[in-house]
């Protein structure tokens, strides 16, 4: 029965991607924008098949997406000449480079391989071709709402289904599956979803329709973001906010500067002191109570989430050790992580089998998977995403009230993710690579937009 069943499914699959390549051939840009909605909504199939991991009908869609554009590509230019000339492009481009060339020397080359593929397929379509598609910025719009009405639809599947079990804290971590695989991703796009939501409702004067819509997205948003159980989603909201204050008031780099500065310098002299307090903080994540739960973040004594995360975090730390320059390989993480393991870091939650998850690092991951330059890499990205985005929201013409707006909620979207970025990774899921990728392709296609204007007004 399971070797029919095997065949069944994988004939399916091949339906699927057939179905997939015939769509991203024929309705190209319809696709990509299918795309934004379907995101959230997507399922993992290694929940069912326990044999890999593919995220249906999004991944096959974007590697059929992949393959059209890359030959598309050959037979003409495609993609706009313009991109090639961004930063965030550059710094994409070496961080694809970097795992080309780490995954040659890498502990395991296939694994690696898989990664680099997976890593193509989410970025040839929605960074190179996105600017394509958001040449007409009503699909920049267009994308945000899909996305959102996807999320709505998996947040009210989550409310439901956490409502019958009295909104309990256990049943908070597996009730938004199928969609998402546990609380954190889920806290987490839920948090991102967060100023996208506003930045719709505020961008323009809607119609009592679309703006009752929007209320109620807020609304169920918020609920959705509270029943997560998600610390770093709550923190992130906060430095969200946070950081729209920042730019509300365009304050200059050099206070951020020396605020930052100040900041570090406080926390180096007083490191001593904020260990000892660390260590008598016994607030457990497991309380219902929204100030005890927060105060539980800095909880390293008995918080084993908490503890788990320090324990994955020096076994990158011993793995970048030992392989400072190219790294065990991209995507071995998990794979290499269990012998680096010291008892004293073990916790109640920690396995040696190779199935307990990454590094839970944006940053240190790629840094124990491909070194020194692997952790350069995603600093640039992170850098040129912000860089380019603020930027881009300061020069935009106030009277374009709602472009504007809907950068500074794509601005303030990321914020959230980069925020979880330093305590999970997820940019090797669609949940979080679709949207961030999708926005930094809005961010270029409106760039060049501006630089067109500029220089036709100079010409004038």
Known sequence: ????????AYLSLASIGLIAIFAAVYYTEYTFLAIAFFTPLSINIEEYTKSFGLFLPTEPLLFGMMLLLLLMQIKKNLFPVEIWKNPLIWAVIFYVFW??????????????????????????????????????????????????????????????????YAFGEKEGHWVMFPFFKDHTIYGCMVAFTVPMVFGLYFSKKH???????????????????????????????FAAVGVWILIHFRVKFSILAGITAFVAVSIFFSWDAIQISMSKNHSEHTTED??????????????????????????????????????????????????????????????????GGNAHSEFLGPMAEMGFLGLIAMLLITAA???KGITLYLQWPIEEKELRTLILAMILALVTYFIHAFLNNFLDTDKAAVPIWGFCAAFIALEIRLKKAKTLISNE
Not at 1 to 8: A, I
Not at 207 to 213: C, R
Not at 221 to 230: A, C, D, E, K, P
Request: net charge positive; hydrophobic share 50%.
């Open 207 to 237: 119609t009592p329709l679309i703006q009752a819509v929007l209320l109620s997205f807020i609304v169920l948003n918020i609920v959705g973001l509270y029943f997560s159980y998600t610390r770093a989603a709550w923190l992130s909201v």
């Open 99 to 164: 795992i080309f060339i780490t995954m040659i020397t890498s502990s395991s080359p296939l694994v690696s391989a898989k990664f680099l593929l997976a890593r193509l397929w989410f970025m040839v379509p929605l960074l190179l071709y996105g600017p394509v598609v958001f040449k007409k910025e009503t699909n920049i719009r267009l994308f945000m709402w899909l996305y959102v009405i996807g999320m709505m639809i998996a947040i009210a599947y989550t409310v439901t289904i956490h409502a019958t």
């Open 1 to 8: 029965m399971y070797f029919v069943w095997t065949d069944q």
């Open 290 to 355: 929204f100030g005890k739960k927060l105060e539980s973040a800095t909880n390293v004594t008995t918080d084993a989430s908490n503890l788990e995360r320090l324990n994955r975090w020096s076994c990158a730390i011993s793995m970048f050790q030992e392989r400072p320059f190219f790294g065990y390989g991209p995507g071995t993480y998990a794979n290499e992580y269990a012998r680096f393991q010291r008892p004293e870091n073990l916790t109640i939650i920690s396995t040696s089998n190779g199935d």
């Open 385 to 387: 995403i912000f860089y």
